[in-house]
């Protein structure tokens, strides 16, 4: 599977983007998909996830009520809404696919549940 991020730029705080991930090699209808963030001098952190099969999506609480993570089977992509948006957010953005999914929410915070990564988008918020 690779995987492509895109949709990053600068915005002004309070302002919206949307980031894809569009990918190609295999259907990700069976997979567990994430958006995953790393602002300068600090660890990847998780900010989002989604499993389609039953519909299940999962967020960090620093994003919660402020992204939608959502997905278009048949464009084989995924996208991150991001809406009021904070200096905070700046970071690069990078998109992950895992193979197996969980009922479990702390699996879908964990990096090694992804099997593949694609490169980031940056993300800067002025303000």
């Known amino acids: 599977v690779q995987l492509q991020a895109s949709g990053g730029g600068l915005v002004q705080a309070g302002g919206s983007l949307r980031l894809s991930c569009a990918a190609s090699?295999?259907?990700?209808?069976?997979?567990?998909l994430g958006w995953f963030r790393q602002a300068p001098k600090k660890e990847r952190e998780f900010v989002a996830a989604i499993r389609w099969v039953g519909d299940r999506t999962y967020y960090a609480s620093s994003v919660k009520g402020r992204f939608t993570i959502s997905g278009d089977n048949a464009r084989n992509t995924v996208y991150l809404q991001m809406d009021s948006l904070k200096p905070e957010d700046t970071a690069i953005y990078h998109c992950a696919a895992g193979l197996s999914t969980s009922d479990s929410y702390v699996y879908y915070y964990a990096e090694d549940t992804y099997d593949y990564w694609g490169q980031g988008t940056k993300v800067t918020v002025s303000s």
């Open positions: 090699g295999r259907t990700l209808r069976t997979y567990a």
